[in-house]
């Protein structure tokens, strides 16, 4: 029943004939007859040839979920056997958005190889909501984000970051409010954690358009939760994917954005950009490191929560 499964699957991943082939290294007649063969054997079709993209039918969705919980049961079975040797040998797969794959995830990842240098580390890269989804599917072991649904996964504080207002130096409106902005400087020696550091108005920045992030990253939630509090929706010059994307846009002139000290001390340093500090309880974000729930947990993906969270100390 399950003789075609890895075909099948590709298929289900891929929504394309066309594209599984390829992936599979075989010619796409080749495949289509495999299926064809398959659902001959089954007595139903799994796919429904006529969408596009290729869509399962209804039997298809029941095949496919047994498909994913034979994947389950062969992971953890692996991972149990994995589980006796320790952290002597194994592997697991760890994620994060661009900037925290950029910026995060290299200085745990390499502290974890010398500490534990036969475990393999598989680094998947993706935006945060499609990372999130691989992590419901058990395509990940470990993910580090912000925002995590309790009901589904375990996560553990990793590092708190402090949100602030980045403005081009040459914005006209440096010239009343450039008394109270930070530098880079500033912010690499932590003087915006100073309670006496000054907190800007943001209603000076009302009618200022911003670089947001898209509605579905945490900082476009954040960002309009903190201009909410100064009693304004932001209006954006333009909506991009990443963190890091909206810093750099900044630090180009084209406009201002929020960000974090995190990116502020981590990333490239923009001599033309100024920092304010805001008063908001929604100014403070964490970033957690997680895995699923109700799954098997081996231990070295244990170890690299330990390591994750020695290193970034909250």
Known sequence: MFKYADYIYKIYKEQSFTQAAKKLFISQPALSATVKKAEEELGFKIFNRETVPVSLTDLGQIYISAIEEINRVERNLQDSVNSIYSLVTGDISVSGAAFISSFIL??????????????????????????????????????IDYDFDSENFVSFPLKKEHILLAVPKQHPINARLGNIALTTEDIISQKHLNEETPCVD??????????????????HKSSCNICSD??????????VDQLLTAY???????????????????????????????????????????????????????????????????
Do not use: C, W
């Open 106 to 143: 290299p200085k745990i990842i390499m502290e974890f190889s010398r500490q534990h240098p036969k475990i393999n580390i598989q680094l998947i890269e993706d935006n945060s909501v499609n990372l999130q989804e691989k992590l419901f599917s058990e395509e990940l072991d470990i993910l």
């Open 248 to 314: 750099n846009i900044a630090g180009s002139g084209m406009g201002i954005t929020f960000t974090t000290d995190t990116v502020i001390q981590s990333a490239a340093s923009y001599e033309d950009l100024l920092f304010y500090k805001v008063s908001s309880s929604h100014a403070e974000r964490v970033l957690y490191i997680a895995h699923k729930k109700k799954t098997y947990i081996s231990p070295a993906v244990e170890e690299f929560i330990r390591v994750s969270q020695q290193i970034y100390a909250l």
């Open 230 to 239: 100064y009693g304004f929706i932001p209006q954006s010059v333009i909506s």
């Open 202 to 219: 943001l209603g000076n920045f009302q009618k200022e358009k911003f670089i947001q992030l898209k509605p579905k990253n945490n900082m």
